[in-house]
C-alpha cells in the first residue's frame, strides 16, 4: 500500500508545488485576435486582456491593433510604467512554446548597443525601438 503520510501531513502542499505553464504557439494566440477575446504576446509571455480592454488607460484600440500577435515592439515604445508592468501578471496566462520564442529584449537590445557602439541606457529610445522594428519585423 502506498504512504501517502506526505500528503496528510501537509494539507496545503499543493500550493507549494510548482505552477504549470501554460504554452501556446502563436497559431494558438492568432484565434484570439477580437474584443470578445483578445490575447497578445509580450516578450514570449502571453496575456489574455479580453476583460482588461475597457479599462486600459491607453484605450482598447491599440491593443485590438494588437490582437492576436505579438505586440512586445508596440508595448515598449509606448514607455509603460513599473506599474503597468506589475499589472501584467494578473492577466498572463503563459507564454509561447520554445520553437517561437524570440530573444529577449534584453539581449537583442544589449546585442545592437554593441553594434551600434552606444552605451545601452533605454531600449524605448526612438533609435533602438527601430532597430528593434527592424530585426522583429
Ligand atoms: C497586459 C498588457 C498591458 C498593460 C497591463 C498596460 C497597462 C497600461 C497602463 C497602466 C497605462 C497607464 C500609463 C502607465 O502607467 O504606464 C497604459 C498606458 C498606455 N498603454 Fe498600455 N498596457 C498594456 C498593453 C499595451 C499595449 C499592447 C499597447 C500598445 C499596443 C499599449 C499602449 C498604451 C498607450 C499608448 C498608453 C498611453 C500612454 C500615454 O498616455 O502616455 N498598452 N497601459
New binding site residues.
Given amino acids: 500500500m502506498k504512504d501517502v503520510s506526505l500528503v496528510e501531513a501537509e494539507p496545503d502542499f499543493e500550493t507549494k508545488l510548482a505552477p504549470v505553464v501554460h504554452r501556446f504557439t502563436l497559431e494558438d494566440v492568432s484565434f484570439h485576435s477580437d474584443a470578445s477575446s483578445c490575447w ?1 504576446v ?1 516578450a514570449d509571455k502571453v ?1 489574455d ?1 479580453t476583460e ?1 480592454l475597457h479599462t ?4 482598447e484600440e ?2 485590438l ?2 490582437a492576436g500577435s505579438d ?1 512586445t515592439i ?2 515598449q ?9 506589475d ?2 501578471a ?3 496566462i503563459g507564454e509561447l512554446v520554445q520553437a517561437t520564442k524570440r530573444l529577449s529584449l534584453k539581449t537583442v537590445s544589449v546585442a545592437i548597443c554593441r553594434n551600434l557602439d552606444m552605451e545601452c541606457k533605454s531600449p524605448s529610445s526612438r533609435l533602438t525601438t527601430s532597430y528593434f522594428t527592424t530585426i522583429f519585423c
Fill in positions: 497578445i509580450i496575456y486582456v482588461f486600459h488607460p491607453g484605450g491599440i491593443i491593433e494588437n505586440a508596440s508595448f515604445s509606448k514607455g509603460h510604467s513599473a506599474s503597468a508592468v499589472m501584467m494578473k492577466y498572463c
